[in-house]
């Protein structure tokens, strides 16, 4: 499987971007696919994440009411809506797959980066 994240960039404080995730490979099999973030001097951090089947999202704290995972099954790539964007929202965001799990990954791709001005 690989995976290549596109749509970071540059945008003021309370803007919006949308990030794209295309996976390749064996993507019926996929099982969780998710969004991580790892900000200067900080450790990765999970953003939001859900199942491929698309029964259950999970989000972090601070993702909770500004940011929305989905994926396009006949695409065959994960989305993340970010609105409201925060200076702190600030990090190099990368996509994950995983076959068995939700919660790991053993599949990541490239990170994009996202930069919010205050």
């Known amino acids: 499987v690989q995976l290549q994240a596109s749509g970071g960039g540059l945008v003021q404080a309370g803007g919006s971007l949308r990030l794209s995730c295309a996976v390749s490979?064996?993507?019926?099999?996929?099982?969780?696919v998710g969004w991580f973030r790892q900000a200067p001097g900080k450790e990765r951090e999970s953003v939001a994440r859900m199942y491929w089947s698309g029964r259950a999202t999970f989000y972090a704290d601070s993702a909770k009411g500004r940011f929305t995972i989905s994926r396009d099954i006949a695409k065959s790539t994960v989305y993340l809506q970010m609105n409201s964007l925060k200076p702190e929202d600030t990090a190099v965001y990368y996509c994950?797959?995983?076959?068995?799990?939700?919660?790991?990954?053993?599949?990541w791709g490239p990170g994009t980066l996202v930069t919010v001005s205050s």
């Open positions: 994950a797959a995983d076959f068995s799990r939700v919660s790991e990954y053993d599949y």
């Open positions: 490979g064996r993507t019926f099999s996929l099982y969780g």
